[in-house]
């Protein structure tokens, strides 16, 4: 199966920052990797789906880029409800489709 | 609007064979392109991705768990049912289901979890 390694693991940034995450896969996956958003006690939210495309409702302060096995998460401009945790998942061939350990992300 | 709830027992016996329905509504699995994926996560641990089963029947596992995992579907009930044989409190955890389109190949709408502890 596909690996997906995220960092960091976890990160302190200010109200306003520039956020960046990134992921990387085992072997390469073109451009099929989602990223997804959970909050404490919450089922995931997806954010960005096929490396690059914004999914309805999502601010336009998260982006995603990236291809092969190299890939990035950017929120531009952190704002408070942004504490979360954020996954990498492939979706590369068929499944299983495996998710990435995740990115704390605290506010200071 | 797409809504998927999971139910299922909150406690189970090591050995003991898990039992978890999805039922869901706002999309029919009779769809072209359209599954129901299951996702787990233990206590303060990362997603799992788990199994899949798609409109035309299609069934995927994850590698290790293959042997343990079965999927069902009922499209006239709009149900699909996952079942996990001799589970081990290392199975605790919260168990989502999650709808998946080709359109997206993601996973755009979850249910709320079922969190399940493995306990004698």
């Known amino acids: 199966d596909i690996q997906m390694t995220q960092a960091p693991s976890s990160l302190s940034a200010s109200v306003g920052d520039r956020v960046t995450i990134t992921c990387r896969a085992s072997?390469?996956?073109?451009?099929?990797i989602n990223w997804f958003q959970q909050r404490p006690g919450k089922a995931p939210k997806l954010l960005i789906y096929?490396?690059?495309h914004l999914q309805s409702g999502v601010p336009t302060r998260f982006s995603g880029s990236g291809s092969g096995t190299d890939f990035t998460l950017i929120v531009t401009g952190l704002q408070a409800e942004d504490s979360a945790t954020y996954y990498c998942?492939?979706?590369?061939?068929?499944?299983?489709?495996?998710f990435g350990q995740g990115t704390k992300v605290e506010i200071k | 609007q797409v809504a998927l709830r999971e139910t299922g027992p909150a406690l189970v016996k090591p050995t003991q064979t898990l039992t978890l329905t999805c039922s869901f509504s706002?999309?029919?699995?009779?769809?072209?392109?359209?599954?129901v994926a299951w996702i787990r996560q233990p206590p303060g641990k990362a997603l799992e991705w788990l199994a899949r089963?798609?409109?035309?029947?299609?069934?995927y596992y994850k590698t290790s768990l293959k042997t343990r995992l079965t999927l069902s579907k009922d499209s006239s009930k709009n149900q699909v049912v996952l079942t996990m044989t001799n589970m081990d409190p290392e199975d605790s955890g919260t168990y989502f289901c999650?709808?998946?389109?080709?359109?997206?190949?993601?996973?755009?709408?979850w249910g709320q979890g079922s969190l399940v502890s493995v306990s004698s």
């Open positions: 999650a709808r998946e389109w080709d359109l997206l190949d993601a996973a755009d709408h």
């Open positions: 706002g999309f029919s699995l009779n769809t072209a392109g359209m599954s």
């Open positions: 089963i798609d409109w035309n029947g299609d069934k």
């Open positions: 072997q390469s996956i073109g451009r099929k």
């Open positions: 096929s490396a690059s």
């Open positions: 998942q492939h979706n590369y061939a068929a499944p299983p489709w495996t």
